[in-house]
């Protein structure tokens, strides 16, 4: 590992650590701030909202899959019965219920990587990597590219009811004819078939919606404070450096991210001291909700 690699990955390191809440509250605006808090408050709902969907009846057959297993690891047949009896139960009256469901949500779980860095550090890391792959160098590339990434990614589990039910099934006979190796693998083979979901939310897109958002309510307002004028103007400011972080981590392509930048310069002029009033964000408003929209479809690909 050469030395500018290592003195990247230090910086990138660093740059991560220095996106703490407590560090960017004490340097930025408190609009900003609260931009960002809010883009905090919005994963957190929304990873809860996912967890609402959770199916109890297929997280205990879930369980019992895992307890027979377990069990069987024991040579202990008659506690593995007892499991995968619970574990078809459960799932008989899920499908009483739901003979429709196909994925039944059994669990949920959050990945956040979030950087605090500057455009020009961005973009110098993805050169170094670029070098390192026209050198052969894959795994150095990896590791570069691994650091440039500021998102949340919510995986959820799935039991697919289509075939998992009579896969349970099928194992109780091989635990009865004393089969228990091959009744353990076809119990690690059926807990392969959980099936992931992932949604990735990339941070700058939406901080920078969220920032549009509070300058929106600012510049509609007719009798707003110089105060408020600074902070408008400085939230619109800190939606451009989110935008442009988006854009060099690579959360979309240049050309939808020109007409943004266009559109902010231009609300800047018509928010100039005082001046106020609506319709100003519609644009920028409807080709960031098209481009997160777009990253998520990409996500879930």
Same mark, same amino acid.
Do not use: C
């Given at each position: 590992?050469?030395?500018?690699?290592?003195?990247?990955?230090?910086?990138?390191?660093?740059?991560?650590?220095?996106? @703490?809440?407590?560090?960017?509250?004490?340097?930025?605006?408190?609009?900003?701030?609260?931009?960002?808090?809010?883009?905090?408050?919005?994963?957190?709902?929304?990873?809860?909202?996912?967890?609402?969907?959770?199916?109890?009846?297929?997280?205990?057959?879930? @369980?019992?899959?895992?307890?027979?297993?377990?069990?069987?690891?024991?040579?202990?047949?008659?506690?593995?019965?007892?499991?995968?009896?619970?574990?078809?139960?459960?799932?008989?009256?899920?499908?009483?219920?739901?003979?429709?469901?196909?994925?039944?949500?059994?669990?949920?779980?959050?990945?956040?990587?979030?950087?605090?860095?500057?455009?020009?550090?961005?973009?110098?890391?993805?050169?170094?990597?670029?070098?390192?792959?026209?050198?052969? %160098?894959?795994?150095?590339?990896?590791?570069?590219?691994?650091?440039?990434?500021?998102?949340?990614?919510?995986?959820?589990?799935?039991?697919?009811?289509?075939?998992?039910?009579?896969?349970?099934?099928?194992?109780?006979?091989?635990?009865?004819?004393?089969?228990?190796?091959?009744?353990?693998?076809?119990?690690?083979?059926?807990?392969?078939?959980?099936?992931?979901?992932?949604?990735?939310?990339?941070?700058?897109?939406?901080?920078?919606?969220? /920032?549009?958002?509070?300058?929106?309510?600012?510049?509609?307002?007719?009798?707003?404070?110089?105060?408020?004028? /600074?902070?408008?103007?400085?939230?619109?400011?800190?939606?451009?450096?989110?935008?442009?972080?988006?854009?060099?981590?690579?959360?979309?392509?240049?050309?939808?991210?020109?007409?943004?930048?266009?559109?902010?310069?231009?609300?800047?002029?018509?928010?100039?001291?005082?001046?106020?009033?609506?319709?100003?964000?519609?644009?920028?408003?409807?080709?960031?909700? %098209?481009?997160?929209?777009?990253?998520?479809?990409?996500?879930?690909?």
């Amino acid at each position: 590992m050469n030395n500018r690699f290592t003195q990247l990955l230090s910086a990138l390191l660093l740059m991560t650590l220095l996106s @703490n809440p407590l560090w960017a509250a004490k340097q930025e605006n408190a609009s900003v701030a609260q931009a960002r808090q809010q883009a905090e408050q919005t994963t957190s709902d929304l990873t809860q909202d996912q967890r609402e969907q959770i199916v109890s009846e297929a997280l205990e057959a879930l @369980n019992q899959t895992i307890a027979a297993l377990h069990a069987l690891d024991q040579n202990d047949k008659k506690a593995a019965l007892q499991a995968l009896e619970k574990a078809t139960g459960k799932l008989d009256l899920l499908l009483a219920r739901k003979p429709e469901l196909a994925l039944a949500p059994v669990d949920v779980r959050v990945f956040t990587t979030d950087l605090y860095a500057s455009t020009t550090a961005i973009k110098e890391a993805r050169e170094a990597a670029l070098d390192a792959l026209k050198d052969g %160098d894959v795994q150095q590339a990896r590791h570069i590219l691994a650091g440039l990434a500021s998102e949340v990614e919510i995986q959820v589990v799935n039991l697919p009811m289509g075939t998992y039910p009579a896969a349970i099934k099928a194992i109780s006979p091989l635990i009865d004819a004393g089969k228990l190796e091959e009744a353990k693998a076809a119990l690690q083979a059926t807990l392969n078939t959980l099936v992931i979901d992932s949604s990735v939310i990339p941070l700058p897109l939406l901080r920078a919606q969220l /920032m549009l958002e509070a300058a929106e309510k600012l510049a509609e307002d007719k009798d707003r404070s110089q105060k408020d004028s /600074m902070d408008l103007h400085t939230l619109l400011d800190s939606a451009r450096d989110q935008l442009e972080l988006a854009e060099a981590l690579g959360y979309g392509k240049k050309a939808q991210f020109k007409p943004m930048y266009e559109q902010i310069e231009l609300i800047h002029k018509k928010t100039k001291g005082s001046k106020s009033g609506t319709g100003f964000f519609d644009k920028i408003k409807q080709a960031l909700q %098209d481009l997160r929209e777009e990253q998520q479809e990409k996500s879930g690909k």
